[in-house]
């Protein structure tokens, strides 16, 4: 039927814009790219695949930028990258944290060495705290979290909570500019040979690394789970929080949190999705209790299917949903658990 | 110490906003402007540090049109001491772009040589998240990103700073003088009493033209259109648990 057709090529066209796959834009031989590695000491992070599938679609080479204490793993990982013909590492203690302080003249010293391109990073907090600093050293602009590659100097890019996007053309020696991890696909981990360099850098900044404080979870991480379930302030604890837990881990996802449910300490700061907060593209996410305020909308707006739980048949959350249920959260939660374990 | 507080007016973060007709921009003319939440946060964080004692002055400064005073005058306040305002009439949501605008600030402290620059970590209009960063690097100081904790060290020569990242927090320690980019839950911004916002009237504003910076601040990036993002097809209500379980399994395909 028409109406079939139409939801099918509206899936499909919508898959398309949020998520691209790796694809020659206009393949420059003279493109020579750096990407820089966001990783945990041990793993390369999955938003800085995205990162490698955005450079690839420039064409040319390359080059991955780990810095870390003893990163050996993260350097070998980063080498097996599709695309990615040489592994430069910066090893030392003063790039725990990674710090930006002790990364942007690594950086910096790597584009007067190589004169690159581009230089992309991820946009996880790592990516965003350090590729500005170099954009300023280079005295370049920065693109932020772009969205979309249209050629080797023009993207596209979320202004204001992503009501609006706009097309950024740069004229700089270098184009200089943070992934937005769902806009992109993750490139296989398979498929690079990139040979290892050692880079100097590493000299001990001012700025001290004292520790971090990780949430430990075994879940899928926000960023990458297929699935994500999201409750809002109307869960009114951070014990009811688990039955979301219960609910995800049923359904092998994730759980995110707004930024109400966060601020009133019903959820982990690490769990907060938004404008400021993380930005998800799940296939399915499910907002319980979750009015659907625009700061909300801006970080999961991509999501391929929407599901809205709230009590408020006019909730502006209904708008933008696929399927919505007007009821108590308390009363469908172990209902889609009860249904889900069933089949 | 000495706080710098770069405030923004931006468009206020409740208003639907429309494209302007020659798709190039947003319309601002006649829309609600308010002080970027994050500005709000960091505004506060200046004021609380100076009541705990750490702080002697704090300065607010903000860039854009006449209209500006008015952002400045809630830092005012708040608490701040005194304000510059920069002058200038290029829209400064997607026109004066987070490079100039670092280095118009970089002028600004290397005036007024604060001990430390709190600003929030990005402005709700263009969503950069860069012009803290840049200006720590143009300056050369340390920087301390997506702060949701700031405890100034008793001898005021160092900053312990509790950052907001991907999976929890981070926490580190940088020398004075250093930058902060606020985050959203450093603190609540206080509601300026009548009383303050009286007496702000009376706190020193500095008018500078943006031109007398000698600042190269023309776009770098050239916008070459904005539009608006893809709309979603209208979906539907359904009844119960077992009709949406239902669709998510055969209509979406998604369990």
Redesign the interface.
Known sequence: TQSTWDFDMLRSALSRASSQQARRVGASRDASTLVYIDHDGKNVLPATRSAITAAAQLGGDITALVAGSGATDVVAAAGKLPGVTRVLFANGDAFNGQLPEAIAPVIEQAQKQFKFSHIFAPASAAGKNVLPRVAAKLDVAMFSEIVGIQSEDTFVRNVYAGNAIQTVKSKDPVKVATVRGTAFQKCAIEGGSGKAENIAGGASTSSEFVKQELVKSERPALEAASIVVCGGRALKSKENFDILFKLADTMKGAVGATRAAVDAGYATNDMQIGQTGKIIAPTLYVGFGVSGAIQHLAGMKDSKVIVVVNKDPDAPFFQVADYGIVGDLFKVVPEMQAALEKK | MRILVPVKRV?D??V??R?NPQRNG?ETKNVKMSMNP?CEIATEEAVKLRESGVVKEIIAVSIGPKETVQTLHTALAMGADRAIHVETDVPT??QL???AV?KILQKIVEREKPDMVIMG??S???????????????LDW?????A?KVAVQADAKAV?VT?????????????VPCLISA???LNTPRFATLPNIMKAKKKPTQTIKLADLGVDVAP???????????T???????????Q??D??KN??K??
């Open positions: 468009v973060y409740a639907k906003i494209i947003i994050f949501d997607l772009q987070p490079l670092s970590k990005q709700i209009d263009s969503d950069s998240n860069q012009t803290g960063q840049l200006l720590a690097g143009l340390p920087q301390a990103t997506f949701s312990q950052r907001e990242v991907d999976g929890g927090a981070q926490i580190i320690e940088v020398p985050d959203l839950r770098r990036l050239k916008v070459l259109q904005v539009e608006d993002p893809p979603r097809k209208a979906g539907s209500k359904v009844d119960s648990v077992e949406l379980y669709k998510l209509e979406a998604v369990l």
